[in-house]
């Protein structure tokens, strides 16, 4: 049988981006179809004391002015149920700037944006608060009814104050994050109409299931009077998850019953979508001389912005991971997230992951410089292993492959003399940086099932259903090459259903890097039910208990005698003769246990990803400027399904990594557009050495893990340690611009 995991199989989707022919959120049209625009709070905190719409209505090519008032269902959303704390359209109060208050539907964008400015609307100024330690301070106004502190999350293992008894030394720190941008190549849109009864919304989306359910809530409406059409989504990292335009669509459209379409302009969304939380991680981390770690305590304070939405699965996750990958028997850790009225915080690659990986492998590069041990060789001490039990008392039996991505970089940084010397230019000088994560693959400790249908056809082919959103990271080749191998079936006889929630069940959502290990494994599991209904239709042709049949080959077998077989497809013709679909139904759910509320401890995941990265950095001191000359990063996937897929990952989180250590930085109300906002480009990307480690995950199909968000979350804390080496400053704010550089440098010259 030819194998198609584990083989570089050309992406399904490859000749249709190639060609334009995808058609993403900003593309889609209906002709005819009226244009959506939302009139937005110049305010962070008001009052709504009145909106007047009336000179608004009278603009020609006004169809319909929306306000909260309009909306027949609960005007509540957020991705996660205990937390729907923000508004469609805002009733009482604004919470920032860039709150919707009003939608505007017309003909055309110009009477749109005409009508939105003639829309007059009366607030009460609020006092606004921007910093979370404030926000937290008693006694503050509340941004919240219920309060200004979203939630908590704490770890306790061990005796903390014992750890730092026995250590040898100690060393305390204070690191921050700051806001960042998603920045897709295409803004939010889509486009929705009415037929068959329902509301149809076609929009990009990471979550389509979530999507149908959000808007059925806000209209009042059962969920299969609403369809979500997942259309092209050219990049979501998270942005794509929470509810944009879906929301004012499907209101449009269930009062008026005809075809709407709204896109965000840039500016929009800029102003108006989740940003990466901003984290202040205050560490203290004690150690022997011989490097063993004794005890790490970590507070931790996020900003969640105006409104919850991942808030909590943020500082949760944040909390998990601060101790890296590394066994500590004594730990504490304390993590808060709080509201703030700046722009929302939402998921971001990594869900607070690479925000506190900077943090705690920054501690373990002071470490190694304070002990005079190699930085690699530090990590290796301390590295999980077979048999580590993590901060939340979960034993690590399996896949645990950290420790060879350190001698995978260690080979490499050794191989290549990447030593640090002098740069070619006056003032150049260059060093290198290690760095190293894990990351829990699935939501943290709650239920996050799968499911996935596969049919058989008479012809020879075969259909799979998944509701598993693909957002440019190859889930649909994935979840193909996955059924391709389980069913000896090539890959180009098999249809693709996806992200239709009429046709699909849901999936869950394309984040926490969950979809090639939970619906790879729903897809798997619906063959092996497929192949139940097959045995069992096989015993009556064949007048054999099913206990004796087996699948292999294309045929079903007798046990106990070979030449007694039926061919898979004949037997499927003889069922749809009898109008029987050949179709099994798969669901995976991770196993997890529930995080116990006061200490922490409990299963949050079922596996993990592990990773280690060396870059290689010249840092300009007359100019703070940074250049990343070389990085190898070496993943543990479990299994590489697709390893071309696994290193084009790779290769794109060390380009988004670069932006996080160095360049990027949403601030509000002064970065407005992309002129303002700094990504990396093709100059400033290095020589880029992606290696793949294989610790196979015995519950993963054929082995397989995740490694969409941990390709990003190794790059940013090499870099910053790479900047020390190079020049003996220490970033602790990222990212580590020209001015952060040269403030560092300055000191230490003046020191």
């Known amino acids: 049988m030819v194998d198609f995991v584990g083989k570089d199989i050309l992406r399904v989707d490859a000749f249709d981006k190639a060609l334009g022919s995808i058609l993403y959120g900003p593309d889609q049209n209906i002709e005819g179809a009226l244009w959506l625009l939302a009139k937005r709070s110049p305010y962070p905190h008001a009052r709504i004391l009145s909106i007047d719409t009336s000179q608004a209505e009278t603009?020609?090519?006004?169809?319909?002015?929306?306000?909260?008032?309009?909306?027949?269902?609960?005007?509540?959303?957020?991705?996660?149920?205990?937390t729907k704390d923000q508004t469609l359209l805002a009733k009482d109060k604004v919470r920032y700037i860039g709150d919707a208050v009003a939608l505007v539907a017309a003909y055309d964008l110009k009477s749109a944006k005409e009508a939105v400015d003639k829309i007059k609307v009366n607030y009460e100024e609020l006092p606004a608060i921007y910093d979370p330690?404030?926000?937290?301070?008693?006694?503050?106004?509340?941004?919240?009814?219920?309060?200004?502190?979203?939630?908590?999350?704490?770890?306790?293992?061990?005796?903390?104050?014992?750890?730092?008894?026995?250590?040898?030394?100690?060393?305390?720190r204070e690191y921050r994050t700051s806001r960042l941008e998603h920045l897709s190549l295409e803004p939010e849109g889509g486009i929705g109409y009415f037929e068959d009864g329902r509301i149809v919304i076609i929009a990009s989306t990471q979550n389509p299931h979530y999507d149908r359910d959000d808007v059925a809530r806000l209209l009042g409406l059962s969920p299969d009077k609403v369809r979500v059409i997942q259309c092209g989504t050219g990049g979501g990292f998270g942005g794509k998850l929470d509810i944009s335009v879906q929301g004012f669509?499907?209101?449009?459209?269930?009062?008026?019953?005809?075809?709407?379409?709204?896109?965000?302009?840039?500016?929009?969304?800029?102003?108006?979508?989740?940003?990466?939380?901003?984290?202040?991680?205050?560490?203290?981390?004690g150690a022997k001389k011989d490097g063993k770690l004794t005890a790490v305590k970590v507070d931790i304070i996020g900003d969640t912005g105006a409104y919850a939405s991942y808030g909590l699965a943020v500082i949760m996750r944040a909390t998990v991971h601060a101790t890296g990958p590394y066994e500590v028997e004594n730990v504490y850790v304390d993590g808060k997230m709080a509201y703030t009225n700046l722009p929302w915080c939402g998921a971001m690659r990594g869900?607070?992951?690479?925000?506190?990986?900077?943090?705690?492998?920054?501690?373990?590069?002071?470490?190694?410089?304070?002990?005079?041990?190699?930085?690699?060789?530090?990590?290796?001490?301390?590295?999980?292993?077979?048999?580590?039990?993590?901060?939340?008392?979960?034993?690590?039996?399996?896949?645990?492959?950290?420790?060879?991505?350190?001698?995978?970089?260690?080979?490499?940084?050794?191989?290549?003399?990447?030593?640090?010397?002098?740069?070619?230019?006056?003032?150049?000088?260059?060093?290198?940086?290690?760095?190293?994560?894990?990351?829990?693959?699935?939501?943290?400790?709650?239920?996050?099932?799968?499911?996935?249908?596969?049919?058989l056809l008479p012809d020879g082919s075969a259909i799979l259903y998944t509701g598993a959103a693909e957002i440019g990271q190859g889930s649909d080749t994935i979840l193909l090459q996955i059924a391709s191998q389980r069913l000896g079936i090539a890959i180009d006889r098999i249809k693709l259903v996806r992200g239709d929630t009429l046709y699909t069940t849901n999936a869950g959502a394309t984040s926490a890097s969950r979809q090639t290990y939970i619906s790879g494994n729903a897809v798997m599991d619906s063959i092996d039910h497929l192949e139940d209904i097959l045995k069992a239709e096989a015993s009556e042709q064949m007048d054999l208990p099913s206990s004796e049949l087996i699948v292999k080959d294309g045929k079903i077998f007798s046990i106990k005698d070979s030449s007694k077989s039926i061919d898979i497809f004949e037997l499927v013709k003889i069922c749809n003769k009898n109008k029987v679909r050949v179709i099994g139904e798969g669901r995976f759910d991770p196993p997890t246990i529930k995080l116990d509320p006061e200490t922490g401890q409990g299963v949050p995941y079922a596996t993990y990803a592990f990773a280690s990265q060396v870059s290689r950095v010249e840092v300009d001191t007359f100019t703070g400027f940074i250049k990343v000359l070389n990085s190898a990063s070496a993943h543990d996937v479990g299994k590489a399904i697709n390893p071309k897929m696994v290193k084009g990952q790779i290769t794109s989180g060390v380009?988004?990594?670069?932006?996080?250590?160095?360049?990027?930085?949403?601030?509000?109300?002064?970065?407005?557009?992309?002129?303002?906002?700094?990504?990396?480009?093709?100059?400033?990307?290095?020589?880029?050495?992606?290696?793949?480690?294989?610790?196979?995950?015995?519950?993963?199909?054929?082995?397989?893990?995740?490694?969409?968000?941990?390709?990003?979350?190794?790059?940013?804390?090499?870099?910053?340690?790479?900047?020390?080496?190079?020049?003996?400053?220490?970033?602790?704010?990222?990212?580590?611009?020209?001015?952060?550089?040269?403030?560092?440098?300055?000191?230490?010259?003046?020191?």
């Open 351 to 455: 869900f607070g992951v690479p925000q506190i990986a900077f943090a705690h492998e920054s501690q373990m590069d002071i470490l190694a410089h304070e002990l005079n041990i190699d930085p690699i060789d530090i990590r290796l001490i301390n590295a999980f292993k077979k048999g580590s039990v993590t901060a939340t008392g979960q034993r690590l039996d399996h896949s645990v492959g950290i420790k060879e991505s350190l001698y995978k970089i260690k080979e490499i940084r050794d191989k290549y003399s990447w030593s640090k010397k002098k740069g070619e230019r006056l003032g150049t000088y260059i060093g290198v940086g290690v760095g190293s994560m894990w990351y829990g693959i699935g939501n943290t400790g709650v239920p996050n099932p799968s499911t996935a249908q596969v049919e």
């Open 249 to 285: 669509i499907g209101l449009a459209v269930y009062h008026l019953k005809r075809a709407v379409r709204m896109v965000y302009s840039r500016e929009e969304s800029f102003l108006t979508t989740a940003k990466r939380h901003p984290l202040i991680m205050r560490y203290k981390t």
């Open 59 to 82: 603009i020609d090519g006004v169809v319909r002015i929306f306000t909260a008032a309009d909306i027949p269902g609960e005007n509540s959303f957020g991705i996660i149920p205990v």
């Open 133 to 172: 330690e404030e926000s937290l301070k008693k006694g503050r106004i509340l941004i919240h009814e219920k309060g200004n502190l979203l939630c908590s999350s704490r770890i306790i293992k061990g005796d903390i104050e014992k750890g730092f008894s026995n250590a040898d030394i100690i060393i305390e």
């Open 655 to 751: 380009a988004m990594g670069i932006g996080m250590a160095l360049m990027e930085e949403f601030v509000p109300n002064k970065t407005k557009s992309l002129k303002d906002y700094y990504i990396p480009t093709s100059m400033d990307m290095p020589e880029i050495i992606p290696i793949i480690v294989e610790d196979k995950e015995p519950t993963g199909p054929f082995g397989a893990k995740g490694v969409g968000e941990p390709a990003l979350i190794p790059t940013a804390p090499a870099i910053i340690n790479g900047i020390y080496d190079a020049v003996g400053v220490r970033i602790t704010h990222l990212p580590a611009n020209l001015e952060r550089v040269i403030g560092e440098l300055l000191k230490k010259e003046g020191a």
